[in-house]
């Protein structure tokens, strides 16, 4: 949506306040979604689990084209939000069946990569489909595109165990995750995660760092057009450059912590070195409003790749702590935690522009909030390894 904004205002006027509004429509219906769907994946499993979530998205975002008011919009991105919420805690729980430990953070930066090539192909795309008919299209088209995703995963997915082509030579190599979970965790209480630091730590964490995330997808395109007179067709030809930038972002990522694995390094080494790296990039934000609009798209690829870097990371932490059968429900708390980080910084933002105090205030918080969240994250996840389970109570 944020990249056809210009469109959509044609027909649907929008202030400042109101565009922040849609975007918290959304976020805190994904929030929601995010920590439900996790227990969702949970309990009907991967492969039913997301089928069920992909076509609610699919059928939300044809919704779009349907609007006519402010109050349609928001209950379409509503609903969006809430078929959305499922994908990632269905991403890591995936991982988690079929990776071992030392894949894991490659496997989700190549995830996280996917989802960046969309969001590099959306910009040229959405402003030739507006081109050739109106902004309605694009998501009825987007819309067809999830359905059709969902015949292929209902067709060709399955876990280790179930899959009918598996070899036994691949069943070796990912042995280490076919090991079944005690039986005694499927009586783990979901609220009982919160006795946990590391939970809190993740959630506190995902909240800051996810506030500048979705200010920098929701505000991008609205920013080149208010601030730097781009239109349409000049948002389609720059900002997909970020986006690429982030796809990048979470393969380096990902592969940096797998390459400090496989030196011998220790698993909590190899994940905080990473996510330092990731966070010590993204204070360069600051510099993007005195800086003219080429090196101002520079600065925002510099943030998309940092960002992403670390949201591979973090998304695989609850992997890296959590046995299995609580791995949809701790990745479901993260990103409730970040979604609701994004519902809060978007009606701030939305409302200091209306105010006049203009983006350069916006930036200076944005570049704090990564380095606060890995300082959260240092002084709550002590140790980056397995927690044991005795019922409830955590071992060291």
């Known amino acids: 949506m944020p990249v056809a904004i210009d469109a959509i205002k044609h027909d649907i006027p929008l ?76 991403a890591t729980k995936t991982v988690a069946e079929w990776f071992p430990i030392r894949e894991r953070s490659t496997a989700m930066g190549i995830i996280n990569a996917g989802t960046a090539v969309g969001a590099v192909i959306a910009p040229p795309a959405i402003a030739a489909v507006i081109g050739l008919s109106n902004w309605r299209w694009v998501f009825f088209l987007s819309g067809a595109a999830g359905l059709l995703w969902t015949l292929w995963w209902a067709r060709d997915y399955f876990a280790p165990a179930q899959h009918p082509q598996i070899s036994k030579h691949e069943l070796e190599e990912i042995r280490e995750v076919l090991i079944a979970p005690a039986k005694q965790a499927a009586k783990e209480s979901w609220f009982r995660l919160f006795v946990f630091p590391q939970v809190w730590g993740l959630v506190f964490g995902k909240f800051l760092s996810d506030a500048a995330w979705f200010f920098y997808i929701s505000w991008l395109p609205k920013y080149l057009y208010d601030v730097r007179g781009f239109d349409t067709k000049q948002v389609g030809y720059f900002a997909w450059i970020p986006f690429a930038a982030s796809g990048l972002g979470a393969l380096t990522g990902g592969w940096f912590s797998s390459h400090l694995l496989r030196r011998g390094h220790s698993l909590n080494f190899s994940r905080k070195v990473a996510l330092g790296a990731s966070a010590a990039i993204m204070p360069f934000i600051i510099f993007v409003t005195q800086s003219p609009v080429e090196m101002a798209i520079v600065l925002f690829s510099i943030a998309f790749f940092g960002q992403q870097s670390w949201s591979t990371l973090v998304m695989i932490l609850p992997a890296d702590l959590f046995p299995r059968y609580l791995v949809g429900s701790v990745a479901g708390l993260v990103g409730f935690g970040g979604a609701m980080g994004g519902v809060v910084f978007n009606l701030v933002v939305g409302r200091m522009l209306d105010s006049g105090f203009g983006y350069g205030p916006v930036f200076g918080i944005v570049s704090t909030l990564h380095v606060l969240a890995f300082g959260l994250i240092m002084l709550t996840i002590r140790q980056v390894r397995p927690i044991e389970f005795k019922g409830a109570v955590q071992v060291a």
């Open 15 to 90: 202030t400042n306040t109101q565009f922040s509004q849609l975007q918290a429509a959304f976020l805190f219906a994904y929030a929601l979604m995010y920590a439900g769907g996790g227990k969702l994946i949970d309990a009907l499993g991967t492969r039913r689990g997301f089928l069920v979530i992909m076509i609610f998205w699919s059928l939300a975002c044809a919704s779009h084209g349907l609007a006519t008011s402010f109050l349609m919009l928001g209950a379409s991105r509503f609903l969006l939000g809430m078929g959305e919420g499922g994908g990632f805690p269905a």
